[in-house]
């Protein structure tokens, strides 16, 4: 099984930046991309961006809007969340998953996920 552990989360001020990663430990042979999902206070989980294991192919959530990249190092089973210009609005737990998605990463499942790391954006 995959055990996925996030970390990067911090406090930073609106405009500020930080990077996320997620390790994994162990893959899951079946699972072909990892992203991640944000969930603020009261909100529903939301998608943030994925990343397909082998190509590269990426995806990402309108509210994005360019300033988050998310890259992989397949090496190291490990996903990063690069978020730049960051806003109160961002404000969330940040959680990884691996699962199973098409080349396009237009659908996927979600068969693990991460404990989250906290994300605050002052304002």
């Known amino acids: 099984q995959v055990q996925l552990v996030e970390s990067g989360g911090g406090l930073v001020q609106t405009g500020g930046s930080l990077t996320l990663s997620c390790a994994a430990s162990?893959?899951?042979?079946?699972?072909?991309?990892m992203g991640w999902f944000r969930q603020a206070p009261g909100k529903e989980r939301e998608f943030v961006a994925a990343?397909?294991?082998?190509?590269?192919?990426?995806r990402y959530a309108d509210f994005v809007r360019g300033r988050f990249t998310i890259s992989s190092d397949n090496a190291k089973l490990t996903v990063y969340l690069q978020m730049y210009s960051l806003k109160p609005e961002d404000t969330a737990v940040y959680y990884c998953?691996?699962?199973?998605?098409?080349?396009?990463?237009?659908?996927?499942?979600?068969?693990?996920w991460g404990q989250g790391t906290q994300v605050t954006v002052s304002s």
């Open positions: 162990g893959r899951d042979f079946s699972n072909n991309a």
């Open positions: 998953y691996s699962g199973v998605s098409t080349g396009h990463l237009a659908t996927m499942t979600y068969d693990y």
């Open positions: 990343i397909s294991w082998s190509g590269g192919k990426t």
